[in-house]
């Protein structure tokens, strides 16, 4: 089975923080992606990763960051967090983009 | 604008109901089609996938959809609900741009 882990489940920061959620995958897939998951929206596609070191912007990258150094891992950085960024955060990954994604638990982010 | 769109946002049924959610995507050409399922507080996990061929696809848990080309439609039916039924349900399309669209999500209750 695929397996999708994200480093937390829960995590309540502070306006202005810093913010890191890690994801790391067991599938050697070469695709990996962040969703923020908000009532009434859907899954919305922040950002995206096709290969090592490699990223593109999804719909809504703005006050966001990633990064890929290994291929099993995905992280999504939020430089400077604000409370409109609390949410769900799902890390999905692929073998090809076109393919089914599997979803790792979510970390449900709040800031206050 | 392109999207996915899920016209019932808040579904009630009784056990043993059928069920038909609806799913309409705006995009033309080649399309590759999902439906994810999210039970309460598990991850998100898939239901059932179209990428070619019959257009009436049997996915898990009894669950299928059809097809229907002509009227940009993937709807997702079940002859008769559970009370295990009870999730969040997204429509999903991999258009010919690559990154996969969700729709804004069904949540189905199950009343025993």
């Known amino acids: 089975d695929v397996k999708v882990t994200q480093s937390s489940r829960y995590l309540v920061k502070r306006t202005g923080e810093k913010v890191f959620l890690e994801c790391v995958q067991d599938?050697?897939?070469?695709?990996m992606f962040w969703y923020r998951q908000d009532p009434g929206l859907g899954l919305r596609l922040i950002y995206f990763?096709?290969?090592?070191?490699?990223?593109e912007k999804g719909d809504i990258p703005e006050g966001y960051s990633v990064s890929r150094e290994k291929k099993e891992r995905f992280s999504l950085i939020l430089e400077s967090a604000s409370t409109n960024q609390t949410s769900m955060y799902l890390c999905?990954?692929?073998?090809?983009?076109?393919?089914?994604?599997?979803f790792g638990p979510g970390t449900r982010l709040t800031v206050t | 604008a392109q999207s996915v769109s899920q016209h019932n946002h808040h579904v009630i049924l009784s056990e043993a109901a059928s069920l038909e959610l609806g799913c309409n995507y705006s995009y033309g050409g080649t399309v590759n089609l999902f439906w994810y399922v999210q039970y309460p507080g598990q991850h998100l996990q898939l239901l059932l996938k179209y990428f070619s061929g019959d257009p009436l696809v049997k996915g898990i848990k009894g669950f299928e959809a059809e097809f229907i080309k002509s009227k940009f439609s993937f709807n997702l039916r079940k002859p008769s609900v559970q009370w295990s039924d009870t999730a969040e349900y997204f429509c999903?399309?991999?258009?010919?741009?690559?990154?996969?669209?969700f729709g804004q999500g069904t949540t189905l209750q199950v009343k025993p």
């Open positions: 990763s096709y290969d090592v070191k490699m990223k």
């Open positions: 599938m050697d897939h070469e695709n």
């Open positions: 999905a990954s692929s073998s090809w983009p076109y393919y089914e994604q599997y």
């Open positions: 999903a399309v991999i258009p010919p741009t690559g990154k996969l669209i």
